[in-house]
């Protein structure tokens, strides 16, 4: 099954809000916009997205750069260049939030 681009960059963006949807599945936003969707589909997709979210953060987390003895993390350059050789689909909108909220999660 080939899963849609855009409904792909719907869903990571369901997948990263905050508030009362954090870390729940996707799967009803998804529904809601795009009623045509199957039960497998929908598993899919929130599939898909929690592993881009998990691959993100972990990416961010292990890989901190050390600049005049202090630990930061990488540029969105790099972030995005790893990202994409994986998930070839994800907006630069979606991925500059996705780098942000990595960001955000490994200072934590």
Known sequence: MTL???ILNIGLVFSME???????PINKRLHNRFPELTYAELEDYNLVCQEVNKVAHNYIYSNPKKINGVYNFMNLEEFSHFMLKEFNWISEKN???LYNQS????SK
């Open 103 to 106: 960001c955000y999660y490994a």
């Open 4 to 6: 849609s681009k855009e």
């Open 95 to 97: 991925m500059i939030s």
């Open 18 to 24: 905050f508030g009362k949807n954090w870390l729940q």
